[in-house]
């Protein structure tokens, strides 16, 4: 039936106002979030400069839940007359924003100050005129049902607190306590999330260089703390610490950002609506692991991938509303848990709002099956390649990279050789220092001899170091591997590059791996023992010792050679 | 009267990437050949165009509104060594594809997909630039089209006779 046909009239319905704030209050803020809403408010003001404090309550520290007395954000940005700050109270609040504004339903400073505390107040400061402290109160509004906001005039002293807050022209403070009452993760978790955060969220306004926005954060414990700046991070890192590549898998290298999409998507919309574009950026990081210690890359490149801190938390989609980060490393039902080396920027503005459903908290949206098809459609390409440079950094950990026993070397440069029993005895007897003067002498002939001065194989950048295992063919036949005593830098091994246990299990270990450290590991330790019993057994003949241990040898290198023969795909199985 | 129902040239054995369109309905695709070898399934297998337009639109594959075909000669993809030609038609494909994702406007009032865009072959590098290929690829395509669209507007297309409809697969 037709609406027009019927008779209508009209009625009001009630608003249960207390009940109305409880619940927008609970709309799904966190505190982080919701002081975020109330920065949002500065930028939209035009602010050049923000700062968040965090008041502790009295004998409350950073690790307690709970424990904010007052949250207080001051601004130096337009500033508000008292009438402007009342209108600022009002539910759906100045509707009229400029184009890209970072405000939309006019509920933020409400819904995200309630969610902090139960009072909010206002001081603000517009052409040099100081406003009236106004004060929204919960409490208030509840006892009488009504939404209502007190103002009162500033006393000398509190006149002067604000004036300093606000030095300039113009300004505004929010402050917000009753926070007890409201059940809040600890200080130190918001504060750490935030200063994690904000130099992302806020980059672009950070880093403009024509107006950019400092932002401070602190915690004042009955303090005056000093503020700690936020610093802006663009997560995609357009601008270093090296440029973008294009992808080719001939030339990858293993550190660069690769930008694999940066194109406007036109969401096509039903009914042949459509929407102005919305721009993706797609680019793929090298694995974390290359940032880590045992990584094979030199130590400038892994300090480069260790910047870009690539993680599951750091993956996925970052949508930006107006320039600011609404969303952090969504999946959007698209990328798989597996995916973390990719990063999608979406660059949305007010105008797709509607189109993405955008929620008051300006954190949440969905997007409908149809649109989310298309975008998976676009990604297929560039989540393949970044799966194609996760694979290929995953080889490269796992390949030789020419190096071999520098990360043993790296490892044991602080482990003592000493022979323990001749830890407590003085001054070595003269057979034990002819031993080791001997035992010198043969490592020096080794090196002339075999050319195994391992100096080259071990050099690390800027730092050379004695390289503790070697490897190499002049190891004598059956011999796995032959230790040597260097006069200064104590013992060092050459392992048998020909014997077949190298050949077939270690030398298709990375040079990195536990497994190649743990082996190496085993037989320096031995070489340990075989150099200090020949040095310090000096009651026992040397040429009886040198027979026993040449023996050892070469039992020992024909039982690795038959195992080898035996069990030669191991490492394939 | 008459009317043009459409040209066709092409070397047999060379690669191209061609697009069918009917009514809201668009699918890509590559071929090693001059194209209509490969179009004839389209009208034929329940696993090409036709096929798949049965299966989610029975009456648009039933309807009497024209198909239009376009072929697009890419001699870029020729120039790569033979047995990587193939794969260098599904790179382009695959980026066909991701055009149209990325704005489809530009072929409306075609707006629903009907092929499957290809993996994309990313371990390979090609001695041409994929995405730009695939853009330009695009462009012809929706150019064609739409003047297409303009000439036949007002054109007449009959219903089949009664029994003998225009499009249908063989099987069903």
């Given at each position: 039936?037709?609406?027009?046909?019927?008779?209508?009239?009209?009625?009001?319905?009630?608003?249960?106002?207390?009940?109305?704030?409880?619940?927008?209050?609970?709309?799904?803020?966190?505190?982080?979030?919701?002081?975020?809403?109330?920065?949002?408010?500065?930028?939209?003001?035009?602010?050049?400069?923000?700062?968040?404090?965090?008041?502790?309550?009295?004998?409350?520290?950073?690790?307690?839940?709970?424990?904010?007395?007052?949250?207080?954000?001051?601004?130096?940005?337009?500033?508000?007359?008292?009438?402007?700050?009342?209108?600022?109270?009002?539910?759906?609040?100045?509707?009229?924003?400029?184009?890209?504004?970072?405000?939309?339903?006019?509920?933020?400073?409400?819904?995200?100050?309630?969610?902090?505390?139960?009072?909010?107040?206002?001081?603000?400061?517009?052409?040099?005129?100081?406003?009236?402290?106004?004060?929204?109160?919960?409490?208030?509004?509840?006892?009488?049902?009504?939404?209502?906001?007190?103002?009162?005039?500033?006393?000398?002293?509190?006149?002067?607190?604000?004036?300093?807050?606000?030095?300039?022209?113009?300004?505004?403070?929010?402050?917000?306590?009753?926070?007890?009452?409201?059940?809040?993760?600890?200080?130190?978790?918001?504060?750490?999330?935030?200063?994690?955060?904000?130099?992302?969220?806020?980059?672009?306004?950070?880093?403009?260089?024509?107006?950019?926005?400092?932002?401070?954060?602190?915690?004042?414990?009955?303090?005056?703390?000093?503020?700690?700046?936020?610093?802006?991070?663009?997560?995609?890192?357009?601008?270093?610490?090296?440029?973008?590549?294009?992808?080719?898998?001939?030339?990858?290298?293993?550190?660069?950002?690769?930008?694999?999409?940066?194109?406007?998507?036109?969401?096509?919309?039903?009914?042949?609506?459509?929407?102005?574009?919305?721009?993706?950026?797609?680019?793929?990081?090298?694995?974390?692991?290359?940032?880590?210690?045992?990584?094979?890359l030199p130590p400038a490149d892994r300090e480069m991938v260790k910047r870009y801190e690539v993680s599951r938390k750091n993956a996925g989609f970052f949508i930006?509303?107006?320039?600011?980060?609404?969303?952090?490393?969504?999946?959007?039902?698209?990328?798989?848990?597996?995916?973390?080396?990719?990063?999608?920027?979406?660059?949305?503005?007010?105008?797709?709002?509607?189109?993405?459903?955008?929620?008051?908290?300006?954190?949440?949206?969905?997007?409908?099956?149809?649109?989310?098809?298309?975008?998976?459609?676009?990604?297929?390409?560039?989540?393949?390649?970044?799966?194609?440079?996760?694979?290929?950094?995953h080889e490269l950990l796992k390949m030789p990279s020419g190096r071999e026993g520098e990360k043993f070397t790296e490892l044991s440069a602080n482990v003592a050789?000493?022979?323990?029993?001749?830890?407590?005895?003085?001054?070595?007897?003269?057979?034990?220092?002819?031993?080791?003067?001997?035992?010198?002498?043969?490592?020096?002939?080794?090196?002339?001899?075999?050319?195994?001065?391992?100096?080259?194989?071990?050099?690390?950048?800027?730092?050379?170091?004695?390289?503790?295992?070697?490897?190499?063919?002049?190891?004598?036949?059956?011999?796995?591997?032959?230790?040597?005593?260097?006069?200064?830098?104590?013992?060092?091994?050459?392992?048998?590059?020909?014997?077949?246990?190298?050949?077939?299990?270690?030398?298709?270990?990375?040079?990195?791996?536990?497994?190649?450290?743990?082996?190496?590991?085993?037989?320096?330790?031995?070489?340990?023992?075989?150099?200090?019993?020949?040095?310090?057994?000096?009651?026992?003949?040397?040429?009886?010792?040198?027979?026993?241990?040449?023996?050892?040898?070469?039992?020992?290198?024909?039982?690795?050679?038959?195992?080898?023969?035996?069990?030669?795909?191991?490492?394939?199985? | 009267?008459?009317?043009?129902?459409?040209?066709?040239?092409?070397?047999?054995?060379?690669?191209?990437?061609?697009?069918?369109?009917?009514?809201?309905?668009?699918?890509?695709?590559?071929?090693?050949?001059?194209?209509?070898?490969?179009?004839?399934?389209?009208l034929t297998s329940e696993n090409d165009f036709l096929g798949k337009l049965y299966d989610v639109d029975i009456v648009e594959a039933k309807s009497p509104s024209?198909?239009?075909?376009?072929?697009?000669?890419?001699?870029?993809?020729?120039?790569?060594?033979?047995?990587?030609?193939?794969?260098?038609?599904?790179?382009?494909?695959?980026?066909?594809?991701?055009?149209?994702?990325?704005?489809?406007?530009?072929?409306?009032?075609?707006?629903?997909?009907?092929?499957?865009?290809?993996?994309?072959?990313?371990?390979?590098?090609?001695?041409?630039?994929?995405?730009?290929?695939?853009?330009?690829?695009?462009?012809?395509?929706?150019?064609?089209?739409?003047?297409?669209?303009?000439?036949?507007?007002?054109?007449?297309?009959?219903?089949?006779?009664?029994?003998?409809?225009?499009?249908?697969?063989?099987?069903?």
């Amino acid at each position: 039936m037709d609406d027009e046909t019927m008779t209508q009239t009209t009625q009001e319905i009630a608003i249960h106002a207390a009940r109305l704030c409880q619940a927008i209050a609970r709309i799904g803020y966190e505190p982080q979030t919701a002081l975020l809403d109330i920065v949002d408010n500065a930028v939209t003001a035009n602010a050049s400069a923000i700062f968040i404090s965090l008041y502790l309550a009295l004998g409350r520290t950073l690790k307690n839940r709970n424990s904010v007395a007052m949250y207080q954000v001051v601004d130096n940005g337009s500033g508000m007359t008292n009438d402007e700050i009342v209108d600022a109270f009002a539910f759906g609040a100045n509707g009229n924003y400029r184009p890209h504004s970072l405000s939309k339903y006019g509920m933020g400073l409400k819904s995200a100050g309630l969610s902090l505390g139960t009072r909010i107040h206002i001081v603000s400061k517009k052409n040099g005129v100081l406003s009236q402290r106004h004060t929204f109160d919960i409490d208030l509004v509840e006892k009488r049902n009504r939404f209502i906001i007190t103002s009162s005039e500033l006393t000398p002293e509190a006149s002067a607190q604000y004036t300093k807050l606000l030095p300039g022209e113009s300004g505004t403070v929010v402050e917000i306590d009753g926070c007890a009452k409201i059940n809040h993760q600890s200080p130190s978790t918001t504060v750490r999330k935030l200063e994690e955060e904000m130099g992302v969220i806020y980059a672009k306004f950070i880093s403009d260089s024509n107006s950019p926005v400092k932002i401070g954060i602190r915690v004042c414990a009955g303090d005056d703390a000093p503020f700690k700046g936020i610093a802006p991070l663009d997560i995609l890192f357009p601008n270093g610490p090296t440029a973008y590549k294009t992808w080719d898998p001939e030339t990858y290298d293993f550190v660069s950002p690769y930008l694999l999409l940066d194109e406007p998507w036109n969401p096509d919309l039903a009914d042949g609506k459509t929407t102005s574009p919305i721009r993706l950026t797609v680019v793929a990081f090298p694995q974390d692991a290359l940032g880590k210690m045992n990584s094979p890359l030199p130590p400038a490149d892994r300090e480069m991938v260790k910047r870009y801190e690539v993680s599951r938390k750091n993956a996925g989609f970052f949508i930006y509303r107006n320039e600011r980060l609404i969303r952090w490393g969504d999946s959007l039902g698209i990328l798989s848990k597996d995916e973390f080396n990719i990063r999608i920027r979406m660059d949305l503005t007010e105008e797709h709002d509607d189109v993405l459903h955008v929620d008051v908290t300006k954190q949440r949206f969905e997007i409908d099956d149809e649109l989310l098809g298309r975008l998976k459609r676009i990604l297929d390409d560039p989540r393949s390649t970044a799966k194609c440079i996760m694979k290929k950094c995953h080889e490269l950990l796992k390949m030789p990279s020419g190096r071999e026993g520098e990360k043993f070397t790296e490892l044991s440069a602080n482990v003592a050789e000493d022979d323990p029993e001749e830890m407590a005895r003085g001054t070595p007897p003269d057979e034990v220092l002819k031993r080791q003067q001997a035992q010198a002498k043969e490592s020096d002939e080794a090196k002339a001899e075999k050319g195994i001065s391992g100096e080259d194989s071990s050099a690390k950048l800027g730092e050379p170091a004695f390289a503790k295992i070697r490897y190499t063919d002049q190891v004598d036949y059956q011999r796995f591997w032959t230790p040597y005593r260097d006069a200064k830098e104590g013992v060092f091994v050459c392992v048998n590059t020909a014997h077949p246990f190298y050949t077939e299990f270690m030398k298709g270990l990375a040079d990195n791996a536990p497994e190649r450290v743990l082996l190496e590991t085993l037989i320096f330790a031995a070489a340990v023992a075989e150099i200090n019993t020949i040095g310090n057994l000096y009651h026992v003949e040397i040429g009886a010792i040198k027979a026993v241990f040449d023996r050892f040898h070469r039992n020992y290198g024909t039982y690795l050679a038959n195992f080898t023969s035996e069990n030669i795909n191991l490492l394939q199985e | 009267m008459i009317s043009l129902a459409g040209i066709v040239w092409g070397s047999p054995r060379t690669s191209h990437l061609y697009a069918i369109f009917k009514g809201r309905y668009v699918y890509f695709g590559e071929t090693g050949h001059v194209p209509p070898v490969r179009w004839k399934s389209h009208l034929t297998s329940e696993n090409d165009f036709l096929g798949k337009l049965y299966d989610v639109d029975i009456v648009e594959a039933k309807s009497p509104s024209p198909i239009f075909f376009v072929g697009i000669y890419i001699p870029c993809a020729d120039s790569e060594p033979e047995p990587r030609q193939k794969i260098a038609r599904r790179a382009i494909e695959a980026e066909l594809h991701k055009r149209f994702a990325l704005d489809p406007t530009q072929v409306a009032p075609a707006a629903a997909l009907l092929s499957n865009p290809p993996p994309s072959p990313v371990r390979h590098s090609f001695s041409f630039n994929k995405s730009e290929v695939a853009d330009s690829v695009y462009k012809l395509i929706a150019q064609q089209y739409k003047s297409w669209l303009v000439r036949s507007d007002g054109i007449t297309f009959n219903q089949p006779v009664q029994g003998e409809p225009e499009f249908e697969l063989p099987t069903r």
